[in-house]
Nanobody
Framework: QVQPVESGGGSVQAGGSLRLSCAAS??????LAWFRQAPGKEREGVAS????????YYAGSVKGRFTISQDNDKKTLYLQMNSLKPEDTAMYYC??????????????????WGQGTQVTVSS
């Protein structure tokens, strides 16, 4: 299984929380990330992490509300989403790269993508 597999999406009211998970097995990945795509919009980077060292990066729109983390085995990625807003509604994708992606919130650096999990936030 090389393709990452996401889980944990769902529907929540504004102000609520969700935790997404991504099983990223098959290879040793140096960069893992979450992207999202809302209807009619381009896919955008949400958060990323370098698996060695743990440095993380966030889009400005989610900074302070979302937290990206990984399991000790570095094969499971999480996205804790708090204080959710209706504008967070989107399909969320897990992305993985075997190398260290120079611009980790840009999708071009990732070769492996999950199928996505839907997050819907109602007002």
């Amino acid at each position: 299984q090389v393709q990452p597999v996401e889980s944990g999406g769902g529907s929540v009211q504004a102000g609520g929380s969700l935790r997404l998970s991504c099983a990223a097995s098959g290879y040793t990945y140096n960069t893992l990330a979450w992207f999202r795509q809302a209807p009619g919009k381009e896919r955008e980077g949400v958060a990323s992490i370098y698996t060695s060292g743990g440095s993380s990066y966030y889009a400005g729109s989610v900074k302070g509300r979302f937290t990206i983390s990984q399991d000790n085995d570095k094969k499971t990625l999480y996205l804790q989403m708090n204080s959710l807003k209706p504008e967070d509604t989107a399909m969320y994708y897990c992305a993985a790269a075997r190398g260290r992606v120079f611009r980790p919130l840009v999708e071009g650096g990732y070769a492996y993508w999950g199928q996505g999990t839907q997050v819907t936030v109602s007002s």
